[in-house]
């Protein structure tokens, strides 16, 4: 029973990994294809229709279509938090698939102080961005 039970598990696993690597080469395929600056069927930013003001995330889907097309300058100057947060996406993605690779890593990725840091940080860039000095065109 136990193996059973084991197996299905593993095999629950195995199915929602497939769906989300599926569903991640759908999305890559889509941002990579179509332009969200010119195709008008992606989400807008609800807060920024509700402000007026930008938040942390506007931009990232046009940032996103801008890497895909290799372009760093452009993904920077939609979104410069994005583009400098991806590899701290790669990092907590990989302790996540493999928490043992740096048990160290993980204690400190998933600490308060570095969840608060982040947090802090993005709070920062929210009210940096909105100030017409300090924010670009």
Not at 122 to 136: C, D, G, K, S
């Amino acid at each position: 029973v136990k193996t059973t039970r084991h197996l299905t598990v593993k095999a629950r696993q195995l199915a929602l990994t497939a769906a989300a690597i599926a569903a991640a080469v759908v999305a890559v395929w889509i941002y990579r294809a179509f332009d969200p600056s010119e195709a008008g069927w992606f989400p807008p930013c609800l807060f920024k229709a509700a402000t007026g003001l930008d938040c942390p995330g506007c931009g990232t889907q046009r940032a996103f279509h801008a890497l895909l097309h290799g372009d760093l300058a452009g993904a920077w100057g939609f979104n410069a938090a994005f583009v400098l947060s991806l590899p701290l996406i790669a990092l907590l993605v990989a302790l996540r698939l493999k928490p043992g690779i740096s048990p160290l890593m993980v204690r400190i990725t998933g600490s308060r102080p570095f969840i608060l840091t982040v947090f802090f940080l993005f709070v920062a860039w929210t009210i940096m961005r909105n100030i017409p000095i300090l924010a670009p065109d």
